[in-house]
């Protein structure tokens, strides 16, 4: 697995932001990390409209608590770094992160494999009044499902 950037974790993003917006976009990470499902409801709007949404999700909160359930129950030590932070007019911020963690459990209808992963991905997100109501994300899957499917280590 390639060495980790210097990039600042979620975690110290979420401590060390100098706007709500930043804070709060870095905290949905950060989620992820910590597997705390429960705190979709402190980050995300109830009427979030996600661009993306995970399959057969009710809602968009719901998709997200979904998402947050499936990396905390199919992978270990997950970590993610933020490459790049951007925060726009309107309460919109970009991030651009890498996650790594290992493949340890069932995950997206693939058996555990002990294999690293080690993806990037961008948010787009709105935040307004504290809560994200706003996002668009891409992820790295056809890169994450070859690294645990096929047991292909982490370019």
């Known amino acids: 697995m390639t060495a980790i950037s210097t990039a600042n974790t979620a975690s110290e993003v979420v401590r060390s932001a100098t706007t709500t917006a930043l804070r709060v976009a870095a905290r949905n990470l950060e989620l992820y990390d910590t597997g705390n ?3 979709a409801d402190e980050v995300f709007a109830p009427d979030v409209i ?3 949404p995970a399959d057969g999700a ?3 909160i719901d998709g997200m608590r979904v998402l947050i359930a499936a990396v905390r129950d199919g992978f270990t030590d997950t970590q993610h770094r933020i490459l790049f932070q951007q925060e726009l007019p309107g309460g919109w911020v970009v991030l651009h992160w890498r996650m790594t963690g290992t493949h340890t459990a069932d995950a997206f209808g693939f058996a555990p494999s002990g294999n690293p992963v ?3 991905g ?3 997100v709105r935040v307004v009044d504290g809560k994200i109501t706003e996002i668009y994300h891409v992820e790295e899957l056809l890169k994450l499902t ?3 499917g ?3 280590q982490p370019a």
Do not use: E, F, L
């Open 146 to 148: 070859q690294q645990i």
């Open 50 to 52: 996600d661009h993306n």
């Open 150 to 152: 096929t047991g292909a």
């Open 58 to 60: 009710a809602s968009g």
């Open 37 to 39: 499902v429960a705190g």
């Open 122 to 124: 961008t948010d787009i």
């Open 118 to 120: 080690d993806i990037t």
